[in-house]
């Protein structure tokens, strides 16, 4: 299980625009060397769906930015962007508990990076995806 | 600017309060004329998109963009399209369901093909691909200026309310 307090240590990813307005995307400065790096979210009230779960377009948004702020991490400074994203949504969402992400660069060629990653609540299982990022000019 | 369509939003729909839009200073597309009643918290608060029932039946949703939706780039970010497409995929999905039930995304696959940019219109005609007992197939082509800029295909799971 994890809580609140495992955020300790997470620092805010400062990005403007639409993801702003999504709210802060926090991540582990810390990444041990072939571990991949831990992302964190506070969903509140907003972030729902008229049934009271996490909304599936918050969830691709913050899979969105999880997979794609660690592929910009593999790409030298150079900007990538999604060509494709498949998600799958296991369980739902509630506000007011953390959501953790994490992805791992599955294959890097000259201009595409292929990719996975996951959100989860607590023990549970949220949000699983694949995806194709295409580093752009290459 | 809001015109009527503010005023014009019922207070249910599909049995669920409609959300207060958050964006409230667009005007109405042409050619639609009934904005759409949100009932999920998430969609009032990103975005207002409207819909228009056409001639042979189907509905087309359109989304109009602006610079609240920029991922700071001049694009507009993939997770509104995404929303957006799960949204009036949604919408459709809930045409297929039996009555006094409900369905929930399961899973859907996304492909961005050309960068949208704020001020663009997003409009889909999603389709029910297939229906089972359990399960409704829906996609959708979302185009702007009649140009393909984003795709997306979903899933969804038929449960009882």
Redesign the interface.
């Known amino acids: 299980m994890t809580s609140h307090s495992d955020l300790v240590g997470f620092a805010p990813i400062t990005m403007g625009g639409f993801n702003a307005y999504l709210g802060t995307l926090l991540r582990d400065p810390a990444k041990a060397a072939g571990e991949a790096r831990r992302f964190a979210f506070l969903p509140e009230g907003k972030h729902l769906n008229g049934g009271g779960n996490l909304h599936g377009g918050f969830l691709m948004s913050i899979a969105d930015n999880v997979l794609g702020f660690t592929v910009h991490e593999a790409t030298e400074g150079k900007i990538a962007s999604t060509v494709t994203l498949n998600t799958d949504f296991l369980s739902g969402g509630v506000a007011g508990e953390p959501l953790w992400g994490r992805a791992a660069i599955a294959r890097k060629t000259r201009s595409l990076i292929f990719i996975a990653g996951d959100l989860s609540q607590g023990d549970k299982l949220v949000l699983t995806a694949t995806g194709i990022w295409k580093i752009l000019g290459a | 600017m809001s015109g009527d369509w503010l005023s014009a939003l019922p207070a249910t729909s ?1 049995g ?2 409609v ?1 207060r839009p958050a964006v409230t200073d667009i005007a109405a597309p042409a050619g639609y004329s009934e904005a759409m009643p949100l ?5 009032a ?2 975005f207002q998109s409207f819909r228009r029932i056409n001639a042979d039946g189907s509905t087309t949703y359109a989304l109009p963009t602006d ?7 001049s ?6 399209l ?6 009036a995929l949604a919408y459709c999905a809930w045409g297929g369901c039996p009555e006094n039930a ?1 369905c ?9 093909l050309k ?1 949208v940019r704020p001020g663009d219109l997003v409009e889909v005609t999603p389709v029910i691909t297939r229906s089972t007992r359990s399960m409704i197939f829906t996609r959708g082509e979302f185009l702007v200026r009649g140009e393909a800029v984003f795709q997306a295909a979903s899933i969804w799971k038929v449960t009882g309310r």
């Open positions: 599909h669920l309060p959300q009932v999920d918290p998430f969609e608060y990103c610079a609240r939706h920029d991922n700071s780039n694009v507009v970010h993939g997770g509104l995404m929303t957006f497409a799960d949204s409900w929930v995304t399961v899973s859907q696959s996304s492909s961005f960068a």
